[in-house]
């Protein structure tokens, strides 16, 4: 079993950044491929990025792509969001999550969860 907790999310200016991190217990996290996605009010969770078991294959959703960059330090059990020129859209709780077997885009896919952590961006 994976426990997952979201930690790095608060209030900045739009074009600031934020990192988040997703710090993991269980021995066997590094079988997980770990996903970010995120829940504005009223919408439904989204895919935001996620890395492979390695760390060698990574995936964004293509709105994203340039902003926000996923990695993984293994041997500190923890996955890190960077998320650059932040805009008011992207406004949600940030969760992470954890899943075995391919296609990560989807979170019913995912196994465990963190608690999430709220990133809001003001205008």
């Known amino acids: 079993q994976v426990q997952l907790a979201e930690s790095g999310g608060g209030l900045v200016q739009a074009g600031g950044s934020l990192r988040l991190s997703c710090a993991a217990s269980?021995?066997?996290?590094?079988?997980?491929?770990i996903g970010w996605f995120r829940q504005a009010p009223g919408k439904e969770r989204e895919f935001v990025a996620a890395?492979?078991?390695?760390?060698?294959?990574?995936y964004y959703a293509d709105s994203l792509k340039g902003r926000f960059t996923i990695s993984r330090d293994v041997a500190e059990n923890t996955v890190y969001l960077q998320m650059n020129s932040l805009k008011p859209d992207d406004t949600a709780v940030y969760y992470c999550?954890?899943?075995?077997?391919?296609?990560?885009?989807?979170?019913?896919?995912?196994?465990?969860w963190g608690q999430g952590t709220q990133v809001t961006v003001s205008s």
């Open positions: 999550g954890a899943k075995t077997g391919y296609s990560p885009y989807s979170s019913s896919s995912y196994t465990y």
């Open positions: 269980g021995r066997t996290f590094s079988t997980y491929t």
């Open positions: 890395i492979s078991v390695t760390g060698a294959a990574t």
